[in-house]
């Protein structure tokens, strides 16, 4: 059967990716034969559908699974999902408001039922598109963090912290969501630079004439002031020590107290202190024992403290407090003003800092292992910048705030007895014992379970340990097989809010680590350096790029600019590239089956072409597994690129291929059949699907004969000479072209070669190459320079070519002399390394010889074309 003359990306998928999932190949079960490899995939939102960050994590990912499947260890990537508590119940509640249902009128059994239904119709859409893309995991094991046996786990572990004294129930500052009615996690705060007025607001003295003026963006809150703080040091305040203010549009006197926390430079110096509404006016009142008076309800209206303007939404009141203020003479200015601000990641609301009852676990002592072995490299950020941002982070960590208003998640095992007591369990009945100890007339109706639910990173934190049932069964075959895992792959905006925790819980739970490598990807960014994403409008389809380009070409395309830890500048240019390169693949390798074989012809001189693309195999195959070791796969890819479009597809393939309907040798042919099974080897962690297709082109085989289980190479020997004589020999070759280009000759026209050298050898070994590739029918060897002739140098080696017609002699001149001053100013920068007596005495001896032969080279270089332009 033929190969079709074009790459049909979409047939090509469809076929092997339901082929590798009928054979089982992404299937793994625990082997003590084999060295275990796994992922556990950063479980998707269930809400979610693959944007751009999904395409790059776990294309990652799947290169990372299918080298370790080729090196014949039990690779086993665990997918899943993410309950995602307020996106999902946002999701939820927009559902049945379209419906014509408020969520204030179901019970919170009902609520769940719709919840579950929602789950069930498009909590697995983006697993689904994650097999477009060609991900390769174990699709058998996917979990979701609130079935049955991983919801078990959350309450165990919340059970098990509570009864370690680690978990408790407090009043704290927390972000609220006024849309969403619940606390939110630090991550979920979106800060923005919004353009805001600043209120300038005079507070009368107490008992004296005067005024002290503040300086705040939320006029609103003054109602909840308790305080203004001045900074001891400051002068202008001296005469104010120990005096107290009207608060305006109020009855009610604050005093005036003094902590150099306050700046005497932003604003006018003075500070109005809000405990119940600012972070760190909350830590001013705890320090000065000051009254905390909350004046928003929960939806961000104010309330009674709000006095005559109890019942309007935030914002609203700030505008009428502003034109109240005016109107009393408290307003002293208003300036144009920017800050930032936080919004709710989910629903767009401004954050309101918040006093609330809320549970928290303590993080002083749990914290100590997962720092610790971070910083001595037990395990390993990649790149290893981050590693001072977590430090940072870990060395100033707060009390984790676990609880959430919400109903769709983990419901907190606490149950309340009749006298405000409560007690922790891992069900009603265990609750029911523990009650009972207290009051032995009550009964289970007498219970009322806590409403909140808990964070979704509670049950993120377990995952690596949840996905194997390390919790509930901690010495099951999977958990004592797969932990700790290998490798985690995700991005640096996580690296705090699951990737610590998750460390965290590992120490806790295992005692060891969950992954020994933590990938931090960059984030995928516009031309214009913006974050892409849906609300922007900047992020293109995942899927249109796949049905346009091939999954091969976007997987290739996404990591030709994504080096670890940085962003990556998307341009569709890319994929594009990445299309153009299996494109590439397909035509080589059509070509070569294209060829007539005959087994009674001679190998006509290919055996030099064969040598060099083996050892320059072999050295890729070198440079590859160091650059996976340092988790360098952008780089790995550009090293499998350039080995098969440069070295494999412009130069091996040239060198050898047979002239026009000429046939080719037997032994050739075979050579060129195994380099290409040994590339598409090397391609496939990269290129899944277009490597599968040529593996089986190239002959016919069993049915589990396919390259996602074939033995990734391995290197083996090389002379480096080999390359370094080709590496040369390809250099002249670029300059006959350059020449002739220059010259406006035909690549079809052949000339004459003539070389002034003190060693024929390379020239010799590599006569045919040099005839073929650069159309030259005679080589001779001179002692002598030429003159009227194109020429140029190579190290210490003169190259002529005499041409008919004239050569424009001042041209050439120029030419050379331009070259001359190029080679002066490097042999000027090379001197001065070589004279700097730090830099000698300090260099590795290696990096010393090659310095040094640069300047020889350079040297010799010069001196030929000196003789060069003195023959002109």
Known sequence: MSLSTKYNPQEVEEKWYSYWLEHRFFSSKPDPDKEPYTIVIPPPNVTGVLHMGHMLNNTIQDILIRKARMEGKE????????????????????????????????????????????KE???????????????????????????????????????DLYNKGLIYRGV????????????????EVIHKEVNSKLYYIKYPIVGQ??????????PETMLGDTAVCINPNDTRYTHLKGKELLLPLTNRTIPIIEDDYV???????????????????????????????????????LNKNGEKYEGLDRFVARKKIVVDLEKAGFLEKQEEYKNNIGYSERTNAVIEPKLSMQWFLQMDELKKPALENVMNDNIQLHPPKFKNMYRSWMENIHDWCISRQLWWGHQIPAYYLPNGTFVVAESIDEALSLA????????????????????????????????????????????????PTNDLVTAPEILFFWVARMIISGYEYRGEMPFRNVYLTGIVRDKLGRKMSKSLGNSPDPLDLISQYGADGVRTGMLFSSPAGNDLPYDEKLVEQGRN??????????????????????????????????????????????????????????????????????????????????????????ATIDFMEQLMKILHPFMPFITEEIWHEIREREDKDCIIVASFPRKSSYD?????????????????????????????????????????????????????????????????????????????????????????????????????????????????????????????????????????????????????????
């Open 581 to 670: 390169f299996a494109n590439k693949i397909w035509n080589a390798f059509r070509l070569i089956k294209g060829w007539t074989v005959d087994d009674q012809l001679a190998r006509d001189g290919n055996e030099v072409a064969i040598a060099w693309f083996d050892a320059r195999l072999q050295q890729s195959l070198e440079i590859l597994q160091e650059q996976f070791d340092k988790f360098k796969i952008s780089d790995a890819l550009l090293t499998s690129y350039k080995l098969v479009w440069d070295d494999f597809c412009a130069w091996y393939l040239e060198m050898i291929k047979p002239g026009f309907e000429q046939p080719i040798d037997a032994r050739t042919y075979q």
């Open 172 to 187: 704290r500052m927390v972000n609220w969501d006024p849309e969403s009615l619940t606390a939110i996690s630090d991550d």
């Open 720 to 872: 480096v000479r080999l390359i370094q004589e080709a590496s040369f020999i390809f250099d002249v070759i670029g300059q006959i072209r350059n020449a002739r280009n220059g010259k406006q000759i035909s690549p079809k026209t052949p000339l004459s070669l003539f070389i002034k050298t003190e060693s024929m050898e390379v020239y010799q070994k590599y006569d045919a190459v040099i005839k073929k590739l650069g159309n030259i029918h005679q080589i001779q060897f001179i002692n002598e320079s030429m003159r009227g002739a194109l020429s140029f140098v190579i190290n210490a080696d003169e190259l002529f070519m005499p041409i008919v017609g004239e050569v424009d002699v001042e041209k050439e001149k120029i030419e050379i002399e331009k070259e001359i001053a190029y080679i002066k100013g490097f042999l000027s920068t090379v001197n001065k390394k070589l004279s700097n007596e730090k830099f000698v005495d300090n260099a590795p001896a290696a990096v010393l010889e090659i310095e040094r032969k640069k300047h020889s080279d350079a040297e010799a270089k010069l001196r030929a074309l000196e003789d060069s332009l003195a023959s002109i």
């Open 436 to 483: 009972q100890k207290t009051d032995p007339s009550i009964t289970a109706a007498d219970l009322q379970q806590e409403g909140d639910v808990l964070d979704t990173w509670f049950s993120a934190w377990l995952w690596p340990i949840s996905v194997f049932n390390g919790i509930k069964d901690p010495d099951n075959k999977d958990i004592k097989y797969y932990y």
């Open 121 to 159: 119709k498009y909590g697995g859409i983006i697993l689904e598109q994650l097999k477009k893309l060609g991900a390769s995991c174990d699709w058998d094991r996917t979990r979701f963090t609130m079935e049955e046996d991983m919801s078990a786990a959350v309450i165990k572990v919340f059970v």
């Open 75 to 118: 690779a086993c990537w665990v997918p899943g999902t993410d309950h995602a508590s307020i996106a999902t119940e946002a999701k939820v509640v927009a559902m049945l408001k379209e419906k014509g249902i408020d969520k204030k009128d179901l019970s919170r059994e009902d609520f769940l039922k719709y919840a579950w239904e929602w």
């Open 263 to 301: 700046s005497m430079e932003f604003g006018t110096g003075c500070l109005k202190v809000t405990p119940s509404h600012d972070i760190n006016d909350y830590s001013l009142g705890i320090k000065h024992h000051l009254p905390s008076i909350d004046i928003f309800n929960d939806n961000g209206t």
């Open 209 to 218: 004439g005067g005024f002290v003026t503040i300086a705040t963006t939320r």
